[in-house]
């Protein structure tokens, strides 16, 4: 396969883009080789400007759960086309889609929307700390929350593939205020609270860890959380960014069956467009600006294109048995993939949330840590990674990255995976 225009463009990239690249994931730094660059996209596949096709598992990093160009999506779009691009002013469908929000997550009463996910987490924490009145916020080890300040401490992802998990330009004063607890690790949570849970103000976390790879957390440890978290008074925040309409229709709380204080939003919710969303109980949100003193604006939040895109995704997600048939779709996939990777003995095993996955290159079952999860063998993903884009399949670039499938993910895209993915691990093995 020729990727010579790809390669062009890459060198034309790097002068006028730091890196090539307007994230730093997309530039394969995890993985050695170059950036694809892309044309098209349709249904579970791409089109890169060399016009090769791949299977996408990468769904634009979680958003493209209906697949790329869903009619419905693409509908609504251009219906919102033919009436304008954006007013700074109130429209229907913003009322529609935080509706529809706080009906499919109900310990969600009130929502704002914003642009991104960084954006949706830099409120809720400025939000729990303006109505607590305490400045001490927890994250996870692994837990990405997007690029905010005081949220880029040992932070998965990006930042583990750059071997940088804290950044320079970020001030002592505000990490500092930042406590980071290991994942899935009670004991730890509960240490923390007895010495400091009446300073804190808000406790984040994914409640499945899509950032360090996919590692959902465990029931008895989130429960213990909610728990500790009343106990102290400190609100409980669920990023939901990756794992809501993702894992299941009402989010990673819903599998759970446990009710934070706030949840962010965001991919899913926006279709493909940019979108983000925090939210929770009235008592919190109405601390916000214009009815309360936490100030919290934007330009460009509840963007009518991207609204309808959201509102376009939401209801076509609710059709009966979407998730089931997304989630049965994923398990046969890893069971294939584990398969082959058996025959061709490689060590590897694999997490399951719903429509997100994690594959790990490890002897161990059952990846749980942060540890666990930085143990896998880089060298055997960054094989496979290239074995399967050679033969078709497009996985995210790194080895901290969960992989998401979508609606338009069938039978023989599976079947064509599960070829690419025989070639790739027998070439791990010489
Ligand atoms: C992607 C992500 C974010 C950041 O969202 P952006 O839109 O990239 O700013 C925050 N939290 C989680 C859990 C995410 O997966």
């Given at each position: ?7 062009q ?5 790097q ?29 579970a596949?791409?089109?890169d ?61 009130q ?52 071997g940088?998990?804290?950044?320079p ?61 009343d ?9 939901e ?22 949840t ?13 969303a ?5 008592e ?37 048995g ?9 398990r ?15 060590p ?83």
């Amino acid at each position: 396969m020729g990727r010579q225009k790809s390669e062009q463009l890459y060198k034309e990239a790097q002068q006028h883009i730091p890196g090539g690249v307007n994230s730093p994931v997309r530039a394969f730094r995890g993985v050695g080789g170059e950036p694809l660059f892309l044309e098209s996209g349709e249904g579970a596949w791409l089109t890169d400007v060399d016009g090769n096709h791949y299977i996408d598992y990468v769904s634009a990093w979680g958003p493209l759960i209906l697949g790329h160009r869903h009619p419905a999506v693409i509908e609504a779009l251009q219906r919102q086309l033919e009436k304008g691009l954006g007013y700074g002013a109130s429209t229907e469908a913003e009322v529609r889609l935080a509706e529809e929000v706080c009906r499919l997550m109900p310990s969600i009463e009130q929502l704002r929307l914003v642009t991104s996910g960084t954006e949706a987490t830099m409120s809720a924490i400025r939000l729990a700390r303006g109505f607590t009145g305490r400045d001490a916020v927890v994250k996870f080890e692994g837990c990405y929350h997007g690029h905010v300040d005081g949220l880029l401490v040992k932070a998965g992802s990006g930042a583990l593939t750059l071997g940088a998990p804290d950044s320079p330009g970020v001030p002592e004063g505000y990490s500092g205020l930042t406590h980071v607890l290991p994942y899935n690790d009670v004991a730890a949570l509960e240490e923390y609270f007895a010495a400091n849970g009446e300073n804190t103000a808000c406790v984040i976390i994914e409640p499945v860890a899509g950032n360090m790879n996919c590692v959902p957390a465990r029931t008895g440890d989130l429960s213990r959380l909610r728990t500790l978290c009343d106990e102290y008074g400190a609100l409980l925040i669920f990023d939901e960014v990756m794992s809501g309409f993702r894992v299941a229709l009402g989010g990673a709380q819903s599998v759970y069956g446990i009710e934070p204080d706030l949840t962010t939003l965001g991919k899913v919710i926006g279709g493909g467009l940019p979108v983000g969303a925090f939210g929770g109980r009235r008592e919190i949100m109405s601390r916000i600006a214009p009815e309360g003193p936490v100030y919290q604006a934007g330009t460009l939040a509840g963007n009518p294109l991207a609204v309808a895109a959201g509102l376009a995704t939401l209801e076509a997600i609710q059709a009966p048995g979407f998730y089931e048939a997304l989630e049965n779709r994923a398990r046969a996939m890893l069971a294939g993939l584990r398969s082959r990777a058996v025959s061709a003995s490689v060590p590897f095993t694999a997490n399951q949330a719903g429509a997100m996955f994690g594959l790990f290159f490890s002897e161990e079952e059952g990846i749980e840590s942060f540890e666990q999860v930085m143990a896998c063998n880089v060298e055997h993903f960054r094989s496979f990674f290239h074995g399967m884009l050679d033969n078709g399949v497009y996985l995210a670039p790194s080895a901290f990255e969960a992989g998401f499938i979508s609606a338009a993910h069938g039978e023989r895209e599976i079947e064509l995976t599960l070829a690419a993915a025989e070639n790739a691990f027998a070439a791990i093995q010489s």
